[in-house]
């Protein structure tokens, strides 16, 4: 089946402990990002990459870091999270100018 | 300033009802995008409009992109529960069509 996958769905967190999120996916697409959802934000684009070893800024990339060793993998990563990173994070994948597929989500926790 | 305004943010039906929700921007989109987020999963899309003027049914869904391309509509005929969720409309702006610019969403609670 083709999917998105994040791990974990669920992370409660102190400040200052790194985090990693996971994000895989299986269709072989080239382009993929991270989003965060904020209830009065919206969805707002964190980090994306346009293939691998290609990554750049998104909106709120304050606080993140991301790597595309390889196609399938975009980990998002947060050296030293604080709580106004206590949010709702989405995966997201596509071919160029096609459908982006999202993730089930992780909800982070920073206490 | 949000440049994608949905209207109205929540709507509360009874199952049968129709309903109209409403992606409006002052800024010119070469394509326009609707997804359903239902509670612990990610957007799914559920279409895209291309063409100034364009409408698309899928099922009980008519979704109309504005002749000018700065705005578009979604209709719900006949709403049942399992439409039930938040939509989303995204924009890809002309000139820049990797970044799509999202809409805060209309929250849809349908009660049997």
Known sequence: EAQVTQNPRYLITVTGKKLTVTCSQNMNHEYMSWYRQDPGLGLRQIYYSMNVEVTDKGDVPEGYKVSRKEKRNFPLILESPSPNQTSLYFCASRVPMGTLHFGNGTRLTVT | ?112
């Open chain 2, 1 to 112: 300033t949000q440049l994608l305004e949905q209207s109205p943010q929540f709507l509360s039906i009874q199952e049968g009802e129709n309903l109209t929700v409403y992606c409006n921007s002052s800024s010119v989109f070469s394509s326009l995008q609707w997804y359903r987020q239902e509670p612990g999963e990610g957007p799914v899309l559920l279409v895209t409009v291309v063409t100034g003027g364009e409408v698309k049914k899928l099922k009980r869904l008519t979704f109309q992109f504005g002749d000018a391309r700065k705005d578009s509509s979604l209709h719900i005929t006949a709403a049942q529960p399992g439409d039930t969720g938040l939509y989303l409309c995204a924009g890809a702006r002309a000139g820049n069509n990797r970044k799509l610019i999202w809409g805060l969403g209309t929250s849809l609670a349908v009660n049997p």
